[in-house]
């Protein structure tokens, strides 16, 4: 079974860049097309927003209005992928979740999420 | 952008049937999924693809989507099921999109 850990910062700086990775275990990044490779944040007491994703080939979808801040990547040899937003304000405090989609079936649900990390923005 | 609209609360008696609303333009064209959250934990997938579930969730557990609203199902409710309640698409850009969250509340 897939386990995902988030790991990075939880205090960042107003403009300045966030940068969180995701170690996948249990399953290889790249055991195959069957996924993608996704992060969601949280803020407090809020609902959920998609930040974007990235494929087994490594193309990326973000968020538009996200778009011109957010960065994923994916590092294969390591079994990890990684965010990274710039520019953060107060806006962007949330709980951070890595999240694995599954292409396996018609509608590509989220079927494993990471416990997800906490990210403050404050000086 | 796509929108997906949900109740902000429900309320439901033990042994009772809740549901819960989502609504989009045309979303029955798109397959819907359901995602059950728990204070301070993360979200966990109990319906995709409209109606079916994942391995261990239980079977009280239903979806269905047609036109403009989906809908998810809980029979039986049991305190265990207070929580939040997010659904969530891939809009025509393949953007992700998640309903605003519903606030389930066992009485």
């Known amino acids: 079974q897939v386990q995902l850990q988030e790991s990075g910062p939880r205090l960042v700086k107003p403009s300045g860049t966030l940068s969180l990775t995701c170690d996948v275990s249990g399953d290889s990044i790249s055991s195959g097309n069957w996924w993608s490779w996704t992060w969601v944040r949280q803020p407090p007491g809020k609902g959920l927003e998609w930040i974007g994703e990235?494929?087994?080939?490594?193309?990326?979808n973000y968020n538009p209005s996200l778009k011109s801040r957010v960065t994923i990547s994916v590092d294969k040899s390591k079994d990890q992928f990684s965010l990274r937003l710039i520019s953060m304000t107060a806006a962007d405090t949330a709980v951070y979740y890595c999240?694995?989609?599954?292409?396996?079936?018609?509608?590509?649900?989220?079927?494993?999420w990471g416990q997800g990390t906490l990210v403050t923005v404050s000086s | 952008s796509y929108v997906l609209t949900q109740p902000p609360s429900e309320s439901v008696a033990p042994g009772k049937t809740a549901r819960i609303t989502c609504g989009g333009n045309?979303?029955?064209?798109?397959?819907v999924h359901w995602y059950q959250q728990k204070p301070g934990q993360a979200p966990v997938l109990v319906v995709y693809?409209?109606?079916d579930r994942p391995s261990g969730i239980p079977e009280r557990f239903s979806g269905a989507n047609s036109v403009n609203t989906a809908t998810l199902t809980i029979s039986r409710v049991e305190a265990g099921d207070e929580a939040d309640y997010y659904c969530?698409?891939?809009?025509?850009?393949?953007?992700?999109?998640f309903g605003g969250g519903t606030k389930l509340t066992v009485l």
């Open positions: 969530h698409v891939w809009d025509n850009g393949g953007d992700g999109v």
């Open positions: 999240a694995r989609v599954s292409l396996t079936y018609g509608g590509n649900p989220v079927d494993s």
């Open positions: 045309n979303i029955g064209s798109k397959r």
């Open positions: 990235i494929s087994h080939s490594g193309s990326t």
């Open positions: 693809d409209d109606s």
